[in-house]
T-cell receptor, first 114, second 112 residues
Framework: TQLLEQSPQFLSIQEGENLTVYCNSS?????LQWYRQEPGEGPVLLVT?????EVKKLKRLTFQFGDARKDSSLHITAAQPGDTGLYLC??????????????FGPGTSLSVIP | NAGVTQTPKFQVLKTGQSMTLQCAQD?????MSWYRQDPGMGLRLIHY???????DQGEVPNGYNVSRSTTEDFPLRLLSAAPSQTSVYFC???????????FGSGTRLTVV
């Protein structure tokens, strides 16, 4: 059982559509991070959310941290082919004794069709 | 700024061989980690370090060793390669666990 679950696992949409992907846990996280990974490359950090209820915007991407700090969402407005990639959420392990371990969810693979 | 540099980019090993994957960062980050990425399983933590001289095990440490003699370098050693270690390996560094990681470009390892 993974501490971080992501949904959907795969998503294929047309250019211009809106979409939301989710990162969920039954545990409280001190922060959550979102990364995008393109084929053959390492993940690239998009944003870190720290406060419950926090909303951050990065151009057409909107990130929200749940009030209870157990979940997060990523909303993309008017998706473009350049948004194609694997979206990963991650965070410090929720157990105090393992806090220095940063763990990842399995990812959502997004394909935006022109 | 080079960021996180991993070498080699590709490697083929025979079962039972040993090798070291190199990782270096030039951002003076205290935290460094090694992950492996397999299809459908996301990134799994192998070993991590919170500073020079300090290392600890992650989720899948068996068959791997690490050391951290300097802030800059964090090599990963495969002791006796097995086909189950075929994977893409990523090294990453961070100022701390709440700050997000900078990743290297990865090493694609095949064990035959």
């Amino acid at each position: 059982t993974q501490l971080l679950e992501q949904s959907p696992q795969f998503l294929s949409i047309q250019e211009g559509e809106n979409l939301t992907v989710y990162c969920n846990s039954s545990s409280v996280f001190s922060s959550l991070q979102w990364y995008r990974q393109e084929p053959g490359e390492g993940p690239v950090l998009l944003v870190t959310v720290v406060t419950g209820g926090e909303v951050k915007k990065l151009k057409r991407l909107t990130f929200q941290f749940g009030d209870a700090r157990k979940d997060s969402s990523l909303h993309i407005t008017a998706a473009q082919p350049g948004d194609t990639g694997l979206y990963l959420c991650a965070g410090p392990h929720p157990m105090k004794t393992s806090y220095d371990k940063v763990i990842f969810g399995p990812g959502t693979s997004l394909s935006v069709i022109p | 700024n080079a960021g996180v540099t991993q070498t080699p980019k590709f490697q083929v090993l025979k079962t039972g061989q040993s090798m070291t994957l190199q990782c270096a960062q030039d951002m003076n980050h205290e935290y460094m980690s090694w992950y492996r990425q397999d299809p459908g399983m996301g990134l799994r933590l192998i070993h991590y370090s919170v500073g020079a001289g300090i290392t600890d095990q992650g989720e899948v440490p068996n068959g791997y060793n690490v050391s951290r003699s300097t802030t800059e370098d964090f090599p990963l050693r495969l002791l006796s390669a097995a086909p189950s270690q075929t994977s893409v390996y990523f090294c990453a560094s961070s100022p701390g666990s709440n700050y997000g990681y900078t990743f290297g470009s990865g090493t694609r390892l095949t064990v035959v």
